[in-house]
Every structure is written in C-alpha cells, then in structure tokens.
C-alpha cells in the first residue's frame, strides 16, 4: 500500500498557472503508474495525465500543451504543472497510484477553481 497527499489547489484567474504536489508514503519509482484524475460534482472522475515507471506520459486531449506531469528528483513526489487555466479545469483533483493487482490508492484531493 501508498498514502497519497496532494497539495497546491487555490483559487486562480484564467490564464494563470498552479503545480499540484502529490507526497507518497514511499518511493514511487516502482509503482506501475502515478496518476492525476479530476472530479467535479455529479460527474465522474476523469484521468488528466499519467506517468509510468519507466517516465512514458499521457494526457486527456483537453490539457494537452497546457498540463504537465513530472516526477521530482525526491523519489516519493508527482507533480502537475498546470498553465493556462481555464474555468473548465475547475475540479477536485486527486492524486492515483497503481499498484498492479488491479490495486489502487487514492489522496484526498485538492481544489482548484479557475475564475473567469
């Protein structure tokens, strides 16, 4: 098992920017995927972008060349840089790992809400 904790949701005006943090209880590099999911209410969670173990990357079309996802030179944090915002990004976004096994943890989420 991981904990997850994400961190650095806020209130931005579109256009802006916000990194997402997301401290795992331990070293993540041999954890399948790390990914970053979103959720606004009476929706379902949707994927936003992934990185696997070996640092492949994807992303939902609508974050493409706006979102990144990265890892950072500590071995248990994913980020997501966020640039461009805009008010649609406006969700609860929540930090993932796979565990294989078809196991998952989860983070609390943080929010993010982009004003117009």
């Known amino acids: 098992q991981v904990q997850l904790v994400e961190s650095g949701g806020g209130l931005v005006q579109a256009g802006g920017s916000l990194r997402l943090s997301c401290a795992a209880s331990r070293n993540i590099f041999s954890i399948d995927y790390m990914a970053w999911y979103r959720q606004v209410p009476e929706k379902q969670r949707e994927l936003v972008a992934l990185i696997t173990s070996s640092g492949s990357t994807d992303y939902r079309d609508s974050v493409k060349g706006r979102f990144a996802i990265s890892r950072g030179n500590a071995e248990n944090t994913v980020y997501l840089q966020m640039n461009n915002l805009k008010p649609v990004d406006t969700a609860v976004y929540y930090c993932?790992?796979?565990?294989?096994?078809?196991?998952?943890?989860w983070g609390k989420g943080t929010l993010v809400t982009v004003s117009s």
């Open positions: 993932n790992a796979y565990l294989g096994g078809g196991k998952y943890s």
